[in-house]
């Protein structure tokens, strides 16, 4: 990686002052960057005119337009500021790719592309609130900004957008970041702010009002509310996201020759998704994971650098996250010979009757919860039979037994959308316990874990995991499968690698 030299301000081609920009990090015993006067009048000049075209309103406009209205009317008179979010550091003077808040994306639209340290202030009025998007356009090409800072300079990053491209871009009214400040210096108690988006601002809107969390947390609720439901153009996100996961899983089962082959075959996988998730989106939406042999025992395993063996399962969980933030969340469990065993057969099939049944019971009107409780009843009747439980089936699934669950411990389905667990701060009552409408979506994802070690079952179940996922929506009448197309059926799983062979 390249040097720079520290910074403390920027000049816009206007000539106008900016605020003051953070100087690099640790970067000091590195720099080599020139700071003569001669050598900035020179690099300030010499360049083409800049193309300064506004685009078209991209479409998620009218979906941000629509989350604002309803935010808006949730919280009259109150000023509503939501951050995007600023880079965090990886290591030393490194920083993780930046990611917006999901509330940010849900207001503006800004995806992928979304500039860091921006933040949308919707400002109370008589009706309403008028929304402005502050962020920092790009520096005069005569600041010592656009060539020198790492963080923020074309030099270093590339081509950044102007307030006016930004303002078409996302059918919004922009201001430069420095402009805020006359915000901030109205902040008042009728303030709310997206809390864990931008800790710096947070703190200085907490000293501004004198707290102010518990006020904050309703506004995280609500836009987690809104989110329940996904219109038209986010339905359309998902299933595109959908659709590039499904190549995923295509390419780790034409790569499975070569996964066996490596050592770490795990991390084969994982390279091998990530891959088409670059191609095909933004990046993964969460870890994946690739989790073969015991390891699939284990619901989160991301280490990811164990050996893909003939005769093991492999679990795989895993979701591409497209330039919108829109993320699919699926999991298959292949075996890595191409055929299950009977006893893995087995397992593998009553994880799939589970996830039929919970698919079956949706529609609109029902509870969310009936989706875990029906697939629960298939894996407590399953285990019984199998002489695993000290109980009956209907005894462990009484609220005060729940034996069955140390077999499945994690829950049926959770919501889904610009996050992998979206919705997470909406009320009980209108998430577990909450009636399903037309436009949720959530997935489904039973599974049966019988660690290597577990002397409560058979040894020939040992070491086995199995689980399941798809992304369902609930339409008017009842459910749609939107990751039917990857193979889940036993006999369709085994047909699919041996055509990949």
């Known amino acids: 990686m390249s040097d720079a030299s520290t910074i403390t301000s920027a000049t816009t081609e206007t000539g106008e002052r900016s605020a003051t920009v953070p100087p690099p990090r640790a970067t000091q015993n590195r720099s080599t960057t020139p700071t003569s006067e001669a050598f900035a009048a020179y690099v300030g000049s010499g360049w083409a005119d800049r193309i300064d075209e506004v685009p078209e309103p991209r479409a998620a406009v009218t979906s941000a337009a629509a989350h604002r209205a309803a935010i808006s009317a949730r919280h009259p008179g109150r000023r509503l500021v939501v951050p995007a979010g ?43 609130h008028d929304a402005t998007l502050y962020f920092r356009e790009r520096a005069g090409r005569d600041s010592d900004e656009f060539y020198a800072n790492p963080e923020i300079g074309e030099f270093w990053i590339g081509p950044r957008p102007s307030l006016r491209q930004v303002a078409g ?27 864990d988006a931008d800790d710096e601002l947070t703190a200085r809107l907490d000293a ?140 593998y099939e009553t994880v799939r009757e589970a996830a039929d049944a919970a698919f079956a019971v949706v529609r609109p009107g029902i509870r969310f919860r009936q989706v875990h409780a029906t697939a629960m009843e298939v894996i407590a009747r399953r285990v019984a039979e199998w002489g695993l439980l000290p109980v009956s089936a209907e005894e462990a699934l009484r609220a005060d037994q729940q034996q069955h669950r140390r077999y499945m411990v994690h829950g049926t389905s959770h919501h889904l959308g610009l ?31 019988f660690q290597p070690d577990d002397l409560t079952v058979p040894e020939e179940f ?40």
């Open 419 to 449: 996050d992998v667990h979206d919705c997470a701060q909406a009320r009980r009552e209108l998430y577990i316990d909450g009636v399903v409408e037309a436009g949720m979506t959530f997935t489904i994802e039973p599974g049966l874990y």
């Open 169 to 195: 871009d996302l059918a919004l009214p922009t201001r430069h970041i420095a402009e805020l400040q006359d915000t901030l210096d109205a902040v008042d108690e009728a303030t709310l702010v997206v809390r």
């Open 208 to 347: 501004a009002r004198g707290g102010g969390a518990d006020a904050d947390a309703e506004l995280a609720r609500d836009l987690s509310e809104l989110r329940l439901t996904k219109d038209e153009w986010e339905v359309g996100e998902l299933r595109a996201a959908i659709a590039a996961t499904a190549k995923g899983f295509d390419d780790i089962v034409r790569e499975l020759p070569r996964i066996v082959e490596h050592q770490r075959g795990e991390r084969v996988i994982e390279g091998v998704f990530n891959a088409r998730a670059r191609l095909e989106g933004n990046t993964v939406g969460y870890d994946t994971i690739a989790a073969a042999g015991p390891h699939a025992c284990i619901l989160h395993w991301t280490r990811n650098n164990g050996p893909v063996r003939p005769g093991d399962l492999v679990l795989i969980d895993a979701g591409v996250e497209v330039e919108s933030l829109f993320t699919a969340d699926i999991t298959r469990t292949l075996p890595v010979s191409g055929r299950f065993t009977p006893t893995q057969r087995l397992v």
């Open 86 to 128: 600023r880079l965090k550091r990886r290591s030393n003077d490194t920083d993780y790719p930046f990611r917006a808040h999901s509330a940010f994306s849900q207001l503006t639209g800004w995806g992928s592309d979304a500039e860091p340290g921006s933040v949308l202030v919707l400002e109370p009025t008589g009706d309403g």
């Open 462 to 501: 040992r070491g086995i995991g199995v689980r399941i996922e798809d992304d369902i929506l609930v339409t008017e009448t009842g459910a749609e499968n939107l990751s039917i197309a990857v193979p889940r059926t036993a006999d369709d799983v085994e047909a699919w690698i041996a055509g990949r062979r």
